[in-house]
């Protein structure tokens, strides 16, 4: 089955087209799918909004706002709600669907309908109950965050096909979640940058420049914090280096650090500022607590920018540690401070790691190449099923035949 021949119906939870949304992945995918299917893609938002999402709020309540707000996201309302938007798309589709590619598991395509389902995850809830405190779910109501487990495992299990971010991810699938092996592909991600406008020689002065960079939206989960910490011993032996901070406004003013805020990546200006940050900084740091992939990591090195991460999640699969960065235990703040001076102090270093980081980047980090593991997979899936079927209605026909002659046979 060719890739142009296959219709598709993209569904997430927030705006497909915008750049800014889950990092950049929803448009990223959906513009490669589109280029390699030849097809404008239908691409529907289930984010619950208007009396539905009131009547979720009203359900989620709770006098703490962190567990509100953790209750409310993971909540069975929420989950219907939008399982709901997304089935009712399905339902009403004026178009021929091969299959459905539903972005992450907080909601559900398996409605009435009977076209194949693939998925997308960067995580598991299961995962994040398991770190507890350094994930995203560690405010959540136990028995709201068991609910969902149940709910997302549920709807795993009765895909077509799941496809992953990292390693780890699928070996977590088919460890807490039962599903075989075969139904996982691990695909990566690709990058939300405009790769015309990298430099991949950048020259000496950027790894010659002691700046620091970190990006972040969740500035204490990403390891901001710890970030800090290491950036004063920093100081103290390299009193000209730079830390910069984007994504977030964590309210801190100290000498050599520069705050930036947050970037809108869906103007040019935006987009033009992030290059131009990941162009003059001889280190990318984002040590975090908790993290599903690691997608600032794979920018970073696609800028030739040498990354120093923290072991959690599926960081250690993007930074070869020693090759393309360094890995540091989480929280390990002598360790940090080691990493980013070690750097920062031998220009060569820094582009001995950033360059092998560009040569990484390039052969593996590209929505281009996720699509077409994707559409490959789902390819050759439908078609095996088509021949299954085909197969099955070819006996069928000849048992029916055989049961006819049988009983002309017994009558004659």
């Known amino acids: 089955m060719r890739n142009s021949h296959l ?36 691409a529907v938002d289930v984010e619950v909004r208007g009396v539905r ?49 539903q972005i992450g598991g907080h909601f559900s395509c398996h ?20 770190i507890a405190r350094r994930s995203l779910n560690y405010f959540a109501t136990p028995k709201v965050q068991n609910r969902f487990i149940e709910l997302e495992k549920e709807s795993l299990l009765q895909n077509h096909g799941i496809f992953t971010f990292s ?11 039962g599903i ?22 950048p020259g000496d002065e950027k790894y010659r420049s ?31 280096a730079q830390l910069h901070i984007v994504g977030c406004n964590p309210g801190i003013r100290s000498d050599n650090v520069t705050v930036h805020g947050v970037v809108n990546r869906n103007t040019k200006a935006g987009r033009e500022k992030i290059r131009q940050l990941y162009q003059s900084a001889a280190v990318f740091t984002m040590p975090s607590r908790f993290e599903p992939f690691g997608i600032p990591h794979c ?27 360094i890995i540091c235990n989480i929280g390990d703040i002598e360790a940090l401070s080691d990493a980013y001076l070690s750097i920062i102090s031998d220009g060569e270093y820094a582009k001995y790691l950033g360059i092998n980081g560009y040569i990484k980047a390039r052969a593996n980090f590209g929505w281009d190449i996720v699509a077409g593991k994707m559409l490959k997979f789902i390819s050759n899936k439908l078609s095996a099923d088509l021949s299954t079927q085909q197969v099955r209605t070819l ?18």
Not at 90 to 100: A, C, E, G, V, Y
Request: glycine share 6%; aromatic share 8%; hydrophobic share 35%.
């Open 180 to 201: 075989p092996e075969e139904k996982i592909l691990t695909v990566g991600c690709g990058l939300n940058i405009d790769k015309s406008h990298i430099n991949s020689n």
């Open 299 to 325: 920018e970073a090195m696609y800028h030739s920018t040498a990354c120093v991460g923290s072991n959690a999640g599926a960081i250690p699969e993007i930074i070869d540690d020693g090759n393309t960065g």
């Open 111 to 130: 409605g009435s309908s009977r076209i194949p389902v693939f998925s997308y995850h960067d995580n598991i809830s299961i995962l994040s109950k398991l």
């Open 395 to 412: 006996t069928d026909a000849i048992d029916t035949a055989m049961n006819k002659s049988q009983f002309s046979a017994a009558n004659v």
């Open 210 to 240: 002691k700046n620091i960079l970190f990006i972040g939206q969740d500035f204490e989960q990403k390891g901001g914090h710890d970030v800090l910490r290491a950036f004063k011993l920093v100081r103290k032996r390299e009193p000209a």
């Open 7 to 42: 219709k598709l119906m993209f569904i997430a939870n927030g705006m497909a087209r915008d750049q800014n949304a889950f990092a950049g992945t929803y448009n990223g995918l959906l513009s490669a799918l589109e280029k390699q299917t030849r097809q404008s893609i239908h």
């Open 53 to 101: 999402r009131y009547h979720s709020v009203i359900q989620s309540f709770n006098v703490s706002p962190p567990r509100w707000k953790q209750d409310l996201r993971l909540a069975e309302s929420s989950y219907r709600n939008r399982s709901a938007i997304a089935n009712e798309a399905i339902k009403t589709s004026q178009r021929n669907l091969d299959f459905i590619l």
């Open 167 to 177: 390693e780890r991810l699928k070996n977590a699938m088919v460890q807490h979640y």
